[in-house]
T-cell receptor
């Protein structure tokens, strides 16, 4: 059974701080990794994706991947109250014509003023 | 920016009735998916669809479920005889090959 594990939180950080969200996965053959943000009652919204070991930065967001440790993280710099949401880690598995995503349970982030 | 659109936003159905959830994927995408999320639980894969056929399906996607692309734009999920445990948010997603999946706003299905 392929699993994606996240701490459910809540992770509480003050406005302006760095929020660090972590995720581990069980399938060593996984190649693609995604972070989605989900506000309560809404759909997952793509924030970042990363395919190679190392860091990938996009604005205030940095995704980090370590395939040897089967570990993905998302850093949010200068956290804002509007960043308060559940962050879903998703890992792509599958064969030639399918790219199903396996999701973690999500980490709830609370940014307080 | 192109979006995946889903209708209806909320569907209330009596147990045992058939329900069809509709999705319009992003126009140049070729890969289509259905996921569901039971309240308070993780997003779960149901089925993927490519080149007019199912590519993969999960254990959840039993004989009560079916998918169809009836024309060039719509992608539907049918549940033949709904059960109470089918109550969930159902998300449609689409993607290009080897690109991230983009999700629609979802349909909240309530089975009474």
């Amino acid at each position: 059974q392929k699993e994606v594990e996240q701490n459910s939180g809540p992770l509480s950080v003050p406005e302006g701080a760095i929020a660090s969200l972590n995720c581990t996965y069980s399938d060593r053959g996984s190649q693609s990794f995604f972070w989605y943000r989900q506000y309560s009652g809404k759909s997952p919204e793509l924030i970042m994706f990363i395919y190679s070991n190392g860091d990938k930065e996009d604005g205030r967001f940095t995704a980090q991947l370590n395939k040897a440790s089967q570990y993905v993280s998302l850093l949010i710099r200068d956290s804002q109250p509007s960043d308060s949401a559940t962050y879903l880690c998703a890992v792509k598995t599958g064969g030639r014509n399918t790219d199903k995503l396996i999701f973690g349970t999500g980490t709830r982030l609370q940014v307080f003023p | 920016e192109p979006e995946v659109t889903q209708t209806p936003s909320h569907q209330v159905t009596q147990m045992g009735q058939e329900v069809i959830l509709r999705c319009v994927p992003i126009s140049n995408h070729l890969y289509f998916y259905w996921y569901r999320q039971i309240l308070g639980q993780k997003v779960e894969f149901l089925v993927s669809f490519y080149n007019n056929e199912i590519s993969e399906k999960s254990e959840i996607f039993d004989d009560q479920f079916s998918v169809e692309r009836p024309d060039g734009s719509n992608f539907t999920l049918k549940i033949r005889s709904t059960k109470l445990e089918d109550s969930a948010m159902y998300f449609c997603a689409s993607s290009e090959r080897n690109q991230p999946q983009h999700f629609g706003d979802g349909t909240r299905l309530s089975i009474l």
